[in-house]
């Protein structure tokens, strides 16, 4: 009999080839004594699904399910959800990599914080350090939504399976299913345990989707917001302000890429488009929020109307190389 519960570790792979070693190796070593890590490949079309076949053939623990045909993360990570047999899950994107002691420092946290869900740090954020901290469904939203201490994703969390079940990852979401998902389950718990180390290692690329212009799949992102502002006004009355923020500060940086990055045609569709949206969203309050006063004036200008908007940006253009040349 086990002295501790399994935890599932669902791993989505699709063209990882150059990262899943390192990220598959961070879980092998993890000190926590009893994991099982689901491998989904998404039909990769390069060597990450054969990797996986590898490290299914040397190591029991480790457990691989092909997809006949490519289908995106969050039908990879449902397949995952189903096929885990632990009584905890967490997620893990087969680009990143953790530290050893991820998995045991999550559950001593759940544990030590009789919470439903735990969470872990990432670099560069986090409150004071010390010990477990333990927060409200409505404190952890407004953390959320503020990412003052922890970001929206599913990675680098600690849930218990049953509740992942009921409320799995929308396809139809693509660029934001993590916010939406994360979003819901925080509607289903009572404490939050969150432990400020980073032990988990997120690796940016460039060709990443987050990391391209202005697209309808990126604007999907805006539509999921504005499920999240209206359900925050019955559900999480205290981050309502906050995910209103949130759909300020989206709009006026898609707008701002839409600008440097979209033809003439269809520039202007967008920027009406994001400024209908940020007028649907502003509010006194949530602009309190903003973090900064380029964002701030960003988002007062798009609720202006485009042009004012388009005299900001290039305004914003012309001294953005002037305060260049004079750092160097």
Same mark, same amino acid.
């Given at each position: 009999?086990?002295?501790?519960?399994?935890?599932?570790?669902?791993?989505?792979?699709?063209?990882?080839?150059?990262?899943?070693?390192?990220?598959?190796?961070?879980?092998?070593?993890?000190?926590?004594?009893?994991?099982?890590?689901?491998?989904?490949?998404?039909?990769?079309?390069?060597?990450?699904?054969?990797?996986?076949?590898?490290?299914?053939?040397?190591?029991?623990?480790?457990?691989?399910?092909?997809?006949?045909?490519?289908?995106?993360?969050?039908?990879?990570?449902?397949?995952?959800?189903?096929?885990?047999?632990?009584?905890?899950?967490?997620?893990?994107?087969?680009?990143?990599?953790?530290?050893?002691?991820?998995?045991?420092?999550?559950?001593?946290? %759940?544990?030590?914080?009789?919470?439903?869900? @735990?969470?872990? /740090?990432? *670099?560069?954020?986090? +409150? $004071?350090?010390?010990?477990?901290?333990?927060?409200?469904?409505?404190?952890?939203?407004?953390?959320?939504?503020?990412?003052?201490?922890?970001?929206?994703?599913?990675?680098?969390?600690?849930?218990?399976?049953?509740?992942?079940?009921?409320?799995?990852?929308?396809?139809?979401?693509?660029?934001?299913?993590?916010?939406?998902?994360?979003?819901?389950?925080?509607?289903?718990?009572?404490?939050?345990?969150?432990?400020?180390?980073?032990?988990?290692?997120?690796?940016?690329?460039?060709?990443?989707?987050?990391?391209?212009?202005?697209?309808?799949?990126?604007?999907?992102?805006?539509?999921?917001?504005?499920?999240?502002?209206?359900?925050?006004?019955?559900?999480?009355?205290?981050?309502?302000?906050?995910?209103?923020?949130?759909?300020?500060?989206?709009?006026?940086? %898609?707008?701002?890429?839409?600008?440097?990055? @979209?033809?003439? /045609?269809? *520039?202007?569709?967008? +920027? $009406?488009?994001?400024?209908?949206?940020?007028?649907?969203?502003?509010?006194?309050?949530?602009?309190?929020?903003?973090?900064?006063?380029?964002?701030?004036?960003?988002?007062?200008?798009?609720?202006?109307?485009?042009?004012?908007?388009?005299?900001?940006?290039?305004?914003?253009?012309?001294?953005?190389?002037?305060?260049?040349?004079?750092?160097?």
């Amino acid at each position: 009999m086990r002295e501790k519960p399994l935890i599932s570790v669902v791993v989505p792979v699709y063209k990882v080839e150059g990262y899943i070693e390192r990220c598959l190796g961070s879980l092998a070593a993890q000190t926590y004594p009893y994991i099982e890590v689901l491998m989904v490949d998404d039909c990769s079309p390069d060597s990450s699904g054969k990797i996986c076949d590898s490290w299914a053939a040397r190591d029991k623990r480790f457990l691989v399910f092909h997809l006949l045909e490519n289908q995106g993360l969050s039908v990879a990570r449902n397949e995952g959800v189903v096929r885990a047999t632990g009584e905890y899950i967490a997620f893990v994107d087969s680009d990143d990599y953790v530290e050893p002691d991820l998995l045991e420092c999550l559950y001593d946290a %759940l544990k030590e914080g009789c919470a439903d869900i @735990s969470i872990c /740090g990432n *670099r560069g954020q986090g +409150l $004071k350090a010390g010990g477990t901290q333990v927060l409200s469904p409505a404190g952890a939203a407004c953390c959320m939504a503020q990412r003052s201490c922890f970001l929206w994703t599913a990675w680098g969390k600690l849930f218990p399976t049953e509740l992942v079940r009921r409320v799995p990852f929308d396809r139809q979401a693509h660029c934001c299913e993590d916010l939406l998902f994360f979003y819901q389950v925080l509607k289903g718990v009572r404490r939050v345990a969150y432990v400020p180390d980073p032990l988990y290692h997120y690796v940016y690329r460039e060709g990443s989707l987050i990391n391209h212009g202005v697209t309808e799949k990126r604007c999907a992102v805006l539509s999921v917001l504005d499920q999240i502002c209206g359900d925050a006004a019955a559900n999480f009355v205290e981050a309502e302000a906050c995910f209103q923020q949130v759909a300020l500060d989206t709009a006026a940086r %898609l707008a701002m890429q839409a600008l440097e990055g @979209s033809t003439e /045609g269809r *520039r202007e569709g967008y +920027l $009406k488009r994001f400024r209908d949206y940020t007028r649907r969203h502003f509010s006194k309050g949530a602009l309190a929020l903003c973090p900064d006063k380029k964002s701030a004036l960003a988002q007062r200008a798009l609720y202006a109307g485009v042009p004012a908007f388009r005299v900001l940006a290039g305004a914003y253009r012309l001294v953005k190389p002037f305060k260049k040349n004079r750092m160097e």
